[in-house]
Nanobody, 115 residues
Framework: QVQLVESGGGLVEPGGFLMLSCTAS????????MSWYRQAPGKQRELVAS???????IYADSVKGRFTISRDNRENTMSLQMNSLKPEDTAVYYC?????????WGQGTQVTVSS
């Protein structure tokens, strides 16, 4: 079974930046959709950004213009560049991939935005 592993989380000051990476244990070519979700304490998990073959990426309104999602099928990775970070971006960020009707999740990486 494919495994997704996130990395790149950490503590950053408001206005700072981070890049999250999601590395798959096998080829991601077959993943129709790959996404980043996040879950803040006491809140439901929410979609942050998603990328699908042959269509434009989509973003939550709260991150538009600040975050950029990308995928590299040769390296079996997906990334999330996060700029101009705000305290409200603090959450555990999860990598997600859909393949053949099955959703795969990573274990999550903590992002904390605080001064």
């Amino acid at each position: 079974q494919v495994q997704l592993v996130e990395s790149g989380g950490g503590l950053v000051e408001p206005g700072g930046f981070l890049m999250l990476s999601c590395t798959a244990s096998e080829s991601i070519v077959g993943f129709e959709v790959m996404s980043w979700y996040r879950q803040a304490p006491g809140k439901q998990r929410e979609l942050v950004a998603s990328t699908k073959y042959d269509t434009e990426s989509i973003y939550a309104d709260s991150v538009k213009g600040r975050f950029t999602i990308s995928r590299d099928n040769r390296e079996n990775t997906m990334s999330l560049q996060m700029n101009s970070l705000k305290p409200e971006d603090t959450a555990v960020y999860y990598c997600n991939g859909w393949r053949g009707g099955i959703a795969y999740w990573g274990q999550g990486t903590q992002v904390t935005v605080s001064s």
